[in-house]
Every structure is written in C-alpha cells, then in structure tokens.
C-alpha cells in the first residue's frame, strides 16, 4: 500500500469517527426528546479499482419500533377521549349533586318534605308557610340552575369540537407539507431523519383526536386513516367542516338539525355527525354533547315530571280543576307529556302561592285556587301534599314506583355510576398506555451504550490520528534523505 492510498484511509476513518461522534451526541443530547428516534451511521468499505480505499460513510438510519408506536397512539386516543368523558360526569354530577349530600336535588326535595311536616303541624304560621315556600323555591331554582349548567357544558363541548376540527385540519396540512419535505430531503441527499421527528411529533396531536394508523408510500411519505377505515391523508389531506353554535337549548340535537355535525367538502359526514372519526377526544366531545349531557337533561326533565304531576292531582288540591297547574308549574302552565324536553329548566312554583308575584302563603294551605283565606288550623292540603311527595309512585319515563326523593336519588346514582364507569375504562386506558408509552422508550436511547460507543469512536479516531502520525514521520524521514 502506498504512502497515498495510507493518508487517505485515515482521513476516511477520521472523518467517519467524526461523523459517528455527531450522531451518537445527537442521541444523548434527545435522549429525552418526544418523537425523537434514535440514529446510527451506516459505514462500509470504500473500494477503489479493487483496491481498499478507506471507509464509506452512507446513510442515517432512524430507528423507532412503529408497530408499538402504532398501538400507542391508539392508547393515546383512547385516554384522552375517556379523560374527556370523566371530567365532564364529575362537572355533571357537581351540579346535580350525590345522593345523601346537602344540595343535592334529592336533598332539596327532602327539605321541602320536611317544610310541608313542619307546616302541617302549625298550619296557622306564616313563618312555617314561609319557609315551606323558600324550600319549593330552592328546589326549582336548583333543577333550573342544573339545566342551565347542562346545556353550558354542551356549548363548550360543541366549541371543543369545533377547535379539535380546526387542530385536525391544520396538523393534516403540516404532516402533508412534511411529507413533501421528507421526499425533497431524500431526492437531495440530505438526512431526512429531523422531518420525520418532527412529523411524528404531529401525527401524535392527531392521535389524541382522532385515532390514526399511518401507511408507507413512496419517497419516505405516510397516509394517514382511521381505524374505521376514514382516509385523513393520502398525498393530499382531507379538509374537515364544522359550525359551533353559542347557544344550545335542550330540544337542540343533531337529528333535529340545531345541531352541526363534521362535514367534508360541505356534505355532512354522517347522520351522527362523527361517522368513522370516532374514538379520540373529536368522538368523546360528541359523546358528551349529543348523548351523556342529554341523558343528564332527561334524567332532570324525569324528576321535574314527576314533581309537577304528583301536585297537580285534583285528589290532592280539590280546588284545582283537571288539567290546571298545580303547586309546581311548566313556566306558568300545566304539564303537558308532549312537551317534556328541558322541562326541568322551565318548572317553577305556582305564582297563586308566592307573594312576590301577587299570591298569598295562605294558598299553600288553602288550596291554589282558594279565593279567601280558610281556616287557619286546617292542615289537610298540606298533609295531603306531603303524602303525595312521599308516596311511592309510578311514572311515565319510570315504572317502577318510588318516591319523588328516591327517584331523584336515582338519578343521582346513574350519574355517579356512569362516571365510575367511564373511570374504571380511564384506569384500564392509562395503564395500557403507560405500558406501551415504557416499551416506546426501552427502544429509544440507551445513554450507557451511546457512552460506550463514544469511547469506541475516540479509540478509532486516536488510532487514525496515530497513523497520521506515522505517515508524517516517514514523509519526514523521506525529506531528510
């Protein structure tokens, strides 16, 4: 071997241990990076007219375990849309209380029980009468206040949609634009490897509203799809629609057309307006606002029936004629089974027993359409209405006989139990994910072997400096002759 061909194997080497030192201290310096994927330099033996010619530094390899990464991102979207689920049942279940607790509706309806005992016993007091009417008060004023809160909590989940659609779409295009740089990259020759952390990166945002699998195509590019089979990106990326309404009434559903559903290239999606993009939290949102808050809004209406009917029983107030309201209302009138949707955000107590709005106290035990005030001592009405908010009753969206108390207690329960549901799924969601999020980073950077590696490349780089020490000696040794 010539003198040459020697100076230009150690500088091969020496720049490749330079190279492989660039690589190895991009590792350790993102040992702790998300969406970082651990490189190693491809080398091999230059040849030369058959000849050894030194090292040949070739590509980066980027190394990542994607069937892993794949179900991670299924996990991600899974926990983020059962977390969703679980903090709104827990704002849900603040507003309408647990069973036993004090302000709870079941408790508020006890109160008023123990309002109507207290004033049958000393019908003639105003003060009891009184206080019997600032328990009914309190009472509707809590079904209206939690039917209030109800639809708020769908207006936020509608305006959540709306910005995970705006998110969806703008990471799309970025992961689009990424692609093309990926190819550019590698037409060009250059490391594609940043990009494609920097598209991983994205493609977990994604994952966390809608649950993806991810496709190779040509040139280092990905597609993007559903689960369910709902293509995002494929070359070009889907462009989705959604309007956000900043009022939503209890009546306002997707199948009455009040409510938007996602859209593509303005056609509605599907008739549940998510189709095949459920799953992450874009599908939980949905969840929440088309079908636990209803539910909640139905449980409500349920009590505020049941209620209404059970005070506007002629048996009950014999001076009420059949079909008239009784003690408790539907915003001024009657109950009406047609019209029982967001009924609990409209009942309120009859204006014939409060003060405020021209009524008499003395109606409470008289009688609401009593035209005079009748004898003071006389504690049947007020017997009767305790007997009838106690007894166990049927109604039309319940069979099974309860009181009005245990019926919102109930409800209550299934509250509370639908959120314990949907925490025991977050608890089964988050230790999958914890554990494929660990097998994610056993096969990431290993700091200890990267060291070790390091010290390898000084050797390398010391052994070649050596020989280019020895080469220099000899040319010296050539010029001395």
Same mark, same amino acid.
């Given at each position: 071997?010539? @003198?040459?061909?020697?100076?230009?194997?150690?500088?091969?080497?020496?720049?490749?241990?330079?190279?492989?030192?660039?690589?190895?201290?991009?590792?350790?310096?993102?040992?702790?990076?998300?969406?970082?994927?651990?490189?190693?330099?491809?080398?091999?033996?230059?040849?030369?007219?058959?000849?050894?010619?030194?090292? =040949? @530094?070739?590509?980066?390899?980027?190394?990542?375990?994607?069937?892993?990464?794949?179900?991670?991102?299924?996990?991600?979207?899974?926990?983020?849309?059962?977390? +969703?689920? !679980?903090?709104?049942?827990?704002?849900?279940?603040? $507003?309408?209380?647990?069973?036993?607790?004090?302000?709870?509706?079941?408790?508020? @309806?006890?109160?008023? =029980?123990?309002?109507?005992?207290?004033?049958?016993?000393?019908?003639?007091?105003?003060?009891?009468?009184?206080?019997?009417?600032?328990?009914?008060?309190?009472?509707?004023?809590?079904?209206?206040?939690? +039917?209030?809160?109800?639809?708020?909590?769908?207006?936020?989940?509608?305006?959540?949609?709306?910005?995970?659609?705006?998110?969806?779409?703008?990471?799309?295009?970025?992961?689009?634009?990424?692609?093309?740089?990926?190819?550019? #990259?590698?037409?060009?020759?250059?490391?594609?490897?940043?990009?494609?952390?920097?598209?991983?990166?994205?493609?977990?945002?994604?994952? =966390?509203? !809608?649950?993806?699998?991810?496709?190779?195509?040509?040139?280092?590019?990905?597609?993007?799809?559903?689960?369910?089979?709902?293509?995002?990106?494929? &070359?070009?990326?889907?462009?989705?629609?959604?309007?956000?309404?900043?009022?939503?009434?209890?009546?306002?559903?997707?199948?009455?057309?009040?409510?938007?559903?996602?859209?593509?290239?303005?056609?509605?999606?599907?008739? *549940?307006?998510?189709?095949?993009?459920?799953?992450?939290?874009?599908?939980?949102?949905?969840?929440?606002?088309?079908?636990?808050?209803?539910?909640?809004?139905?449980?409500?209406?349920?009590?505020?029936? *049941?209620?209404?009917?059970?005070?506007?029983?002629?048996?009950?107030?014999?001076?009420?004629?059949?079909?008239?309201?009784?003690?408790?209302? /539907? &915003?001024?009138?009657?109950?009406?089974?047609?019209?029982?949707?967001?009924?609990?955000?409209?009942?309120? $107590?009859?204006?014939? !027993?409060?003060?405020?709005?021209?009524?008499?106290? +003395?109606?409470?035990? *008289?009688?609401?359409?009593?035209?005079?005030?009748?004898?003071? &001592?006389?504690?049947?009405?007020?017997? %009767?209405?305790?007997?009838?908010?106690?007894?166990?009753? #049927?109604?039309?969206? /319940?069979?099974?006989?309860?009181?009005?108390?245990?019926?919102?207690?109930?409800?209550?329960?299934?509250?509370?139990?639908?959120?314990?549901?949907?925490?025991?799924?977050?608890?089964?969601?988050?230790?999958?994910?914890? &554990?494929?999020?660990?097998?994610?980073?056993?096969?990431? !950077?290993?700091?200890?072997?990267?060291?070790?590696?390091?010290?390898?490349?000084?050797?390398?780089?010391? %052994?070649?400096?050596?020989?280019?020490?020895?080469?220099?000696?000899?040319?010296?040794?050539?010029? =001395?002759?």
């Amino acid at each position: 071997m010539s @003198i040459s061909n020697s100076l230009s194997n150690a500088l091969s080497g020496m720049t490749a241990a330079s190279r492989m030192a660039e690589v190895v201290s991009s590792n350790v310096s993102n040992s702790l990076t998300d969406g970082y994927g651990r490189r190693t330099l491809n080398l091999s033996a230059a040849v030369v007219g058959g000849r050894g010619a030194g090292v =040949e @530094i070739g590509s980066v390899n980027r190394h990542v375990d994607r069937g892993i990464i794949a179900d991670r991102r299924l996990a991600d979207a899974s926990l983020s849309g059962f977390e +969703t689920l !679980v903090s709104t049942m827990g704002r849900v279940e603040d $507003v309408v209380g647990s069973a036993g607790e004090i302000g709870s509706i079941s408790s508020r @309806i006890v109160d008023v =029980e123990a309002a109507l005992i207290d004033a049958s016993v000393d019908p003639s007091s105003a003060t009891r009468l009184s206080s019997l009417g600032d328990r009914l008060n309190d009472l509707t004023s809590s079904l209206n206040t939690a +039917t209030k809160s109800i639809q708020n909590l769908r207006v936020e989940a509608d305006a959540s949609i709306a910005s995970q659609v705006d998110t969806l779409n703008t990471s799309l295009a970025q992961v689009e634009q990424l692609n093309k740089d990926v190819t550019s #990259a590698q037409l060009s020759g250059i490391d594609p490897s940043g990009l494609i952390d920097q598209r991983q990166m994205v493609i977990d945002k994604i994952a =966390e509203i !809608v649950p993806v699998r991810e496709l190779d195509r040509d040139g280092g590019q990905v597609a993007l799809t559903t689960p369910s089979g709902e293509t995002l990106l494929d &070359g070009k990326a889907k462009v989705f629609g959604f309007v956000a309404n900043p009022v939503i009434t209890s009546d306002m559903t997707i199948a009455s057309t009040g409510l938007s559903g996602i859209t593509l290239d303005g056609a509605p999606l599907s008739a *549940d307006g998510i189709g095949k993009l459920g799953g992450g939290t874009l599908g939980a949102s949905f969840q929440v606002r088309d079908v636990e808050l209803v539910t909640a809004q139905d449980g409500l209406d349920a009590v505020a029936a *049941d209620l209404i009917l059970r005070f506007q029983d002629t048996s009950v107030d014999p001076s009420l004629s059949a079909g008239e309201p009784g003690l408790l209302m /539907d &915003g001024g009138l009657a109950y009406d089974a047609m019209n029982l949707t967001g009924l609990a955000g409209r009942i309120g $107590v009859n204006a014939a !027993v409060d003060p405020a709005q021209g009524g008499a106290l +003395t109606n409470l035990r *008289d009688g609401i359409n009593a035209t005079t005030p009748g004898p003071s &001592g006389n504690s049947t009405l007020l017997q %009767a209405l305790s007997t009838a908010l106690s007894a166990p009753i #049927a109604s039309g969206a /319940d069979p099974t006989q309860k009181s009005a108390a245990a019926r919102a207690a109930d409800f209550e329960a299934s509250t509370g139990a639908q959120r314990l549901n949907f925490e025991a799924e977050l608890s089964f969601s988050n230790a999958r994910w914890s &554990g494929l999020k660990e097998a994610e980073a056993a096969g990431g !950077v290993d700091t200890d072997y990267e060291m070790q590696m390091l010290l390898r490349i000084e050797q390398a780089y010391a %052994a070649n400096a050596r020989v280019l020490q020895t080469i220099d000696t000899l040319m010296q040794r050539l010029m =001395e002759i």
